[in-house]
């Protein structure tokens, strides 16, 4: 434990593995290099850690593994700048560091006793992970009434954790939705349409419910009505967001929305506190 | 200032007329010496607009890729702007009413300053070739002539190159036998004496941009600076760093430059950034007989690529 | 601790026994402006100023600053490892320094030391920093600190405050730390009551010169988005040529950005300071940039200064009077102006 909070702890990247067939996503399986920092380390799914990488930068990343997940941590990153391509050419056995956990967390305690859907899409699936993770796990099952997942991506190669999903789509515990945009496989044995679609045909109501949304902008405004219509009340909606962020404490200044900070005040919001806020993000 | 008079006049009525959608000028602002670059829509508003010896901004700077009709204040700097802008496709000469105005060059405020003896100027006014400058308990009138800004003091152009219609008398250009005279002195250095001049002209520099910003040609959408990917110059005030963003940024304006002062009038830390393009715009001149911005044919000479160029290494 | 007197005669003196114990700051006029730089000569302190062009935040918060270092030496078992780089934090004492500036930095402070997260350089160099501050006599046309929870005689952040009584000056000490630095100073001759009352006199004379005002009643009930959404943005934001030169001169503005450099197998991490006013400052890598447009920046300026930060610490705007970025933005973009149209 440091009491500086910039700097990262050091981690070892114990497994990567290729999650898409455009190979521009890969899930890192890290473990702490000091036992110490490792016990000092307790997150609640939602949370993110900024990722650094000596020589060239730090980024935000939600931790798609869920605390009942031990000795490891998952991480999945998109290959789109300086720090992303440099972290996918690195190999098994290579140091990095992390800083964390960083933000605030889905409000597990505000969904207790109630159902709770998950609604995902593309890669922004990562922190929704953990929380499903998190909430399949048999000592906190019983802490929510139904679980319903919503997924779904461009085309079948581009779905994360795909056998995971597969398995948990048979899992009788929880409702899983798969969906791709578009796919030309005749055998695909799940859905075909996009997200809000989905959503829309697969949920009956939003009473007594939680939605955890996370997804590209797009997404996210076109399944906010659909949920208004099943009846989900704006503060029962919950929306994590990404911002350009740098120090991931809140003193840097740059990831604000008004007067939140993404990476502390947020990255998770519900829709009645981002329709108090300016909408520029 | 008729000037002022003249311009809200023309003003007026290019925006009845609808020949523009909106006119870009100066308006009065909130400190004596300081004036407001505006636009107006409005025909009703043109006796906001308002024209004097503090106009120092490059109104060029605000026309890069605005799709509107346009009506533009330029004195002669101004207009080689435009003209630079014309050639490098960032406005459509269609789109531009310029309204030219025939200068006697800008006065440098900051050399006002140490006059005051650390008092502060209520008001300022203009009578011909004078400036009056008044504050608690003291006035002081000055010819105009003796605080120009250092560019204005060696204009070779003062009269616009391109305009529309004219906002006062064409004035006479100057017959300076070597405008180059501050650029030769530094040349007379030699190399270590010269890294020293430099060195010492921007250690205060505190990599703001806002010589960059001020610039009319500096309309990249991501400057050199900025890029990270891959990353050209670092960001911190290490003196390599910096000296590497005035040297690069005077080398994208060479040939293009019409030394309007802009970047050293904006500049807060009052570093005279213009050692650095007047030197290159000099070699320009000497070396292909070029001043930026006096034609709308002629491309400027570092981006014009001739396959029968009597220089082989460029073939 | 009572109020104490300096005989201006004495002050060479009193900064030399300073110097023993502290690096001593003093505004020094180079290239037509002033700035604090280290003292060289203390028969020789200049402080006919009015400010400094830059504000003192550098010696606090520096535009440049190592953070970490580290090795990219796979032979070292530190290999990509960041670790602290090390630094010391010399005592020094910035004589002179203006209430506003004092001020910022408890404005700002909030934003480095709060309870979930404490940045340990600032921290650490604020608490090495000690602020003999001076008040204005003669504040400025473009001033209004007044306005803002300020004043050319306020204390707020300073750990003495001189009062310039002519042939003496008067050291009041709000803070122990101030305290410690007179008695190192030597400066222990008591102000008598005739003095004390010259003091306050000056302090109401000096307030009652402040011509420049803004409101500012009105901004913490306003509703965020009417702002955000009001139609005057355009207008502001026309002029504006999205250079720093506010945010680098402004006192309280903190934003930095964080980067690695290497040369060769070693590294630094560096935090230098950075501007919203900057195109780049919110771009994503995917592309997507929230404040694309110029009137997007020019906003989130004046509604960070004078709107967010109100809202998230209930401690006033983030803004001291100081009229520095009214004296030196090159388009005179007023916040006195904005303040105006947004308290409207």
Redesign the interface.
């Known amino acids: 434990m440091s009491d500086n909070p910039y700097l990262p702890f050091p981690v070892r990247i114990q497994q990567i593995i290729t999650e898409t067939e455009d190979r521009n996503l890969k899930t890192f399986k890290v473990v702490f290099i000091n036992k110490g920092d490792e016990e000092g380390f307790h997150f609640i799914p939602g949370q993110f850690c900024q990722i650094s990488v000596a020589g060239k930068g730090e980024i935000p990343l939600g931790i798609a593994s869920s605390p009942t997940e031990n000795g490891y941590l998952l991480f999945t990153v998109n290959k789109t700048g300086v720090v992303t391509r440099y972290l996918h050419n690195m190999k098994e056995g290579d140091t990095i560091g992390i800083r964390g956990p960083l933000g605030n967390w889905y409000p597990w305690d505000k969904m207790e006793g109630k159902s709770v859907v998950v609604i995902g899409g593309g890669f922004a699936f990562t922190t929704l992970r953990a929380g499903i993770v998190y909430m399949l796990h048999p000592e906190e099952r019983n802490r929510f009434k139904d679980i319903t997942v919503v997924y779904g991506a461009r085309s079948p190669g581009l779905l994360l954790y795909r056998k995971e999903v597969e398995q948990w789509e048979k899992r009788d515990d929880v409702n899983v939705h798969i969906t791709v945009d578009a796919t030309d496989d005749p055998h695909w044995p799940y859905n075909v349409g996009f997200v809000p679609a989905i959503t829309e045909e697969k949920i009956t109501t939003g009473e007594n419910s939680y939605a955890l949304v996370c997804g590209p902008p797009i997404m996210i405004k076109f399944t906010q009505p659909v949920l208004e219509k099943l009846g989900f009340k704006p503060e029962q909606i919950i929306i994590s967001l990404e911002m350009r962020m740098k120090c991931g404490i809140g003193t840097c200044g740059r990831c604000n929305i008004g007067e939140k900070y993404v990476c502390k005040d947020g990255p998770v919001f519900s829709l009645a506190q981002l329709t108090e806020l300016p909408q520029e993000y | 200032m008729e000037q002022t008079d003249k311009i809200s006049e023309i003003a007026k009525k290019i925006l009845e007329e609808k020949t523009v959608d909106l006119v870009i000028g100066f308006k009065k602002?909130?400190?004596p010496t300081?004036?407001?670059?505006?636009?107006i829509k409005d025909a009703e508003r043109t006796d906001q607009l308002y024209w004097d010896s503090f106009c120092f901004?490059n109104l060029a700077?605000?026309l890069p890729k605005r799709q509107e009709k346009i009506g533009i204040i330029a004195k002669g700097c101004d207009s080689r702007n435009i003209a630079v802008h014309i050639v490098e496709n960032q406005i459509k000469r269609e789109q531009l009413y310029i309204i030219g105005v025939p200068c006697k060059g800008m006065v440098d405020r900051?050399k006002i300053?140490?006059l005051l003896d650390?008092k502060?100027v209520?008001e300022v006014t203009e009578p011909d070739e004078d400036i009056t400058v008044r504050g608690d308990g003291f006035e002081h009138t000055l010819k105009k002539g003796d605080y120009l800004q250092d560019n204005c003091i060696r204009c070779m152009h003062r009269n616009p190159v391109i305009y529309d219609a004219l906002a006062g008398d064409l004035v006479e250009e100057r017959k300076d036998p070597d405008p180059y005279d501050d650029v030769k002195a530094v040349e007379a250095m030699g190399s270590e004496e010269r890294w020293e001049f430099f060195s010492n002209l921007i250690k205060?520099c505190?990599?703001?941009?806002?010589?960059?910003?001020?610039c009319p040609l500096c309309y990249c959408?991501?400057c050199f600076v900025?890029e990270?990917?891959p990353?050209w110059v670092?960001?911190?005030?290490?003196p390599t760093d910096t000296m590497t963003f005035h040297i690069l940024r005077a080398y994208h304006c060479a040939g293009r430059c019409t030394d309007c002062g802009?970047c050293e009038?904006?500049c807060?830390?009052?570093i005279k950034v213009r050692f650095f393009t007047r030197k290159l715009n000099k070699d320009v001149l000497d070396l292909y007989d070029c001043e930026a911005g006096l034609s709308t044919e002629e491309r400027p000479p570092l981006d014009t690529y001739r396959p029968d160029d009597y220089d082989e290494f460029i073939r | 601790m009572g109020d104490k007197i300096i005989k201006k005669g004495q002050l060479p003196n009193v900064l030399k026994a300073l110097k023993k114990t502290y690096e001593v700051f003093v505004p020094v006029r180079e290239d037509g402006f002033y700035s604090f730089k280290p003292l060289k000569d203390e028969e020789k302190v200049d402080l006919s100023f009015t400010n400094t062009r830059l504000s003192p935040k550098s010696l606090v918060l520096p535009q440049s600053e190592r953070m970490f270092e580290f090795t990219l030496d796979e032979k070292s078992k530190d290999a990509h490892i960041v670790k602290e780089a090390p630094k010391g934090y010399p005592p020094k004492v910035v004589v002179g320094i203006r209430p506003c500036d004092a001020k910022a930095l408890r404005l700002v402070h909030v934003n480095f030391d709060n309870p979930e997260f404490r940045d340990p350089w600032w921290i650490k160099r604020l608490e090495s920093v000690t602020l003999l501050g001076l008040g204005c006599n003669e504040p400025c046309s473009t001033c209004f600190c007044t306005s803002v929870n300020c004043g050319p005689f306020n204390k707020e952040g300073l750990d003495v405050l001189l009062f310039d009584l002519g042939e003496c000056l008067l050291a009041r000490t709000p803070t122990e730390k101030g305290e410690k630095l007179l008695q190192l100073g030597r400066v222990d001759k008591d102000a008598d009551s005739g003095l004390k009352k010259k003091a306050d006199e000056l302090k109401t004379r000096a307030e009652k010169k402040i011509g420049s005002h803004v409101p500012t009643d009105k901004l913490g009930k306003k509703n965020v988005n009417d702002l955000f959404d009001a139609p005057f943005w355009d207008d502001v934001a026309f002029a504006c040529i999205n250079c720093g030169a506010c945010t680098f001169l402004c006192p309280t503005c903190w934003c930095f950005d964080i980067q690695d450099e290497v040369t060769k197998r070693q590294g630094d991490r560096i935090r230098n300071w950075d501007s919203c006013m900057f195109p780049l400052f919110t771009v994503h890598a995917s592309g997507h940039n929230p404040r694309a447009k110029k009137v997007q920046r020019v906003r989130q300026r004046f509604m960070h200064k004078l709107k967010y930060y109100v809202d998230k610490y209930k401690n006033g705007v983030a803004c001291v009077g100081c009229g520095r970025c009214v004296n030196h933005c090159p388009v005179n973009i007023d916040i006195r102006e904005v303040f105006r149209l947004m308290n409207d």
């Open positions: 602002g909130t400190l300081m004036r407001e670059p505006v636009l901004i700077s605000y900051r300053i140490p650390g502060k209520r205060g505190t990599r703001c941009y806002a010589c960059r910003n001020a959408p991501a900025d990270s990917d990353q670092g960001k911190s005030i290490d802009a009038q904006a807060p830390v009052d």
